[in-house]
């Protein structure tokens, strides 16, 4: 079974520009999620989707940061313009539900890195 | 909101010592706790998880971990490292009642020396 898979897995900008990253969750996962991770810290979630929907998206930056699950299968995420500060690796991990017990599955991520 | 503490950021020790790494959570109500392991140019993967019953759990690969309650605590264990051991440990914490909505601590990076 194929896991989640995230592109491109290294992404090198110049500040002020664009960049998106995109990612497909496990088959039959409904619930997928983006997090961030900074150098050194732990993820930390910045939106959450079931199916189309976005019902979780209280940490997401959204003047700059935007996402989108059109068909409630892979997911894209997009900052506009990137800063400096954005220089981070981006996850996105699905599960089957969005019940406590179910387990998050992780793709490899993106690495960005923003000059 | 719940946050989760891990009290060691780096770990060096040499194959065969016993590890020990800290996790606390701050949160009072029924929670599930998780541990993450990531090798060196992998992606995040579940080492064990705890949702109820017997505090000791055991996951992959050796490794447990034990929940005790009174201390907010889910320390995780192995006896005996090996090399392949050398990765970055993830604490995490979900609260049942607010849905599958993880929180990470800051990461353990583990090295073993052959």
């Known amino acids: 079974e194929a896991g989640v898979v995230q592109s491109p897995r290294y992404k090198i900008i110049e500040k002020k520009q664009p960049v998106a990253f995109w990612c497909n969750p496990i088959?039959?996962?409904?619930?997928l999620y983006w997090y961030l991770q900074n150098l050194g810290q732990g993820p930390e979630l910045l939106i959450r989707?079931?199916?189309?929907?976005?019902?979780?998206d209280s940490q997401l930056p959204k003047d700059r940061f935007s996402a989108e699950r059109l068909k409630g299968v892979d997911s894209t995420l997009k900052i506009q313009p990137a800063e400096l500060g954005d220089s981070a690796v981006y996850l996105c991990a699905s599960s089957s539900g969005t019940v406590a017990k179910n387990i998050q599955y992780f793709g490899a991520g993106t690495r960005l890195s923003v000059l | 909101a719940q946050s989760v503490s891990q009290h060691n950021h780096h770990v060096i020790l040499s194959e065969a010592a016993s590890l020990e790494l800290g996790c606390n959570y701050s949160y009072g109500g029924t929670v599930n706790l998780f541990w993450y392991v990531q090798y060196p140019g992998q992606h995040l993967q579940l080492l064990l998880k705890y949702f109820s019953g017997d505090p000791l759990v055991k996951g992959i690969k050796g490794f447990e971990a034990e929940f005790i309650k009174s201390k907010f605590s889910f320390n995780l264990r192995k006896p005996s490292v090996q090399w392949s051991d050398t990765a970055e440990y993830f604490c995490a914490v979900n609260v049942a009642a607010a849905g599958n909505k993880l929180t990470f601590g800051g990461g353990t990076r583990v090295l073993v020396k052959p």
């Open positions: 088959s039959g996962h409904n619930t």
């Open positions: 989707y079931e199916n189309e929907e976005a019902v979780d």
